[in-house]
């Protein structure tokens, strides 16, 4: 069964610089979400979007901002990079809440984003 | 807001052994998903299992099963037959339940490492 993609899976920045993280949720989900796990932590929810509208907002940074595209892809944009922003960055979907797994999230493997 | 607690950070089992990992989460909602996410080594997450607020059923896939408690808040995931590949990080986590699209991010605890000795 097809599954959440990201990409880039590794990406190693400086200090000050940009960086795009991109995820392609499951086919026929509507709804995407944006987490970051810090060395261990549990994941922090960052943002979601449902049909291309943003749906709930967690502890995003300002400098970071997200969007969901006519294709349902997002795009999360980080600037202004810190140390501190070094973290696994997961992407999930879900689909509509109709069905057993309506509202389920499903997780892709995550960008390892490293911040010198 | 929500919060979820998960207060073993750590056990270990033998193989082939039951083991029952603790949640307990408290929110104002009535309707709500709950879910058991198993974070291996890889650090990929994984669905172990999902629960609606509003079924008394409890939710059981294979070897996973859950006591899910409502009135007293409490959500644990009994792990039967356990087996090497089960060793992983365990995380409980809230969810919030819309009737139409979208929804809130999850809420998870701080996790319990799972070990299985063989």
């Known amino acids: 069964a097809a599954g959440v993609i990201q990409s880039p899976r590794h990406l190693i920045k400086e200090k000050r610089e940009t960086a795009t993280l991109k995820c392609y949720p499951i086919?026929?989900?509507?709804?995407v979400y944006w987490y970051q796990q810090g060395p261990g932590q549990d994941p922090q929810f960052l943002i979601s979007?449902?049909?291309?509208?943003?749906?709930d907002k967690g502890s995003i940074p300002d400098r970071f901002s997200a969007q969901q595209f006519s294709d349902y892809h997002s795009e999360l944009n980080m600037s202004s990079l810190e140390l501190g922003d070094s973290a696994l960055y997961f992407c999930a979907s879900s689909s509509p809440p109709r069905g057993l797994a309506g509202h389920t999230q499903y997780f892709g493997p995550g960008t390892r984003l490293t911040v010198l | 807001a929500q919060t979820v607690t998960q207060s073993q950070p750590e056990m270990s089992v033998q193989e082939a052994e039951t083991v029952t990992l603790s949640c307990t989460y408290d929110?104002?909602?009535?309707?709500?998903?709950l879910f058991w996410y198993k974070q291996p080594p890889s650090r990929q997450m994984i669905l172990v299992i999902r629960q609606e607020a509003y079924k008394q059923q409890n939710a059981t896939e294979n070897r996973f099963s859950v006591n899910f408690q409502k009135a007293a808040k409490s959500f644990s995931l009994k792990i039967s037959d356990s087996q090497l590949g089960d060793t992983a990080m365990y995380f409980c986590a809230f969810m919030k339940r819309y009737s139409g699209g979208g929804a809130d991010g999850l809420t998870f605890g701080k996790g319990t490492h799972l070990i299985i000795q063989p």
């Open positions: 929110t104002s909602e009535n309707n709500y998903y």
């Open positions: 979007f449902y049909e291309k509208m943003q749906s």
């Open positions: 086919p026929r989900h509507d709804t």
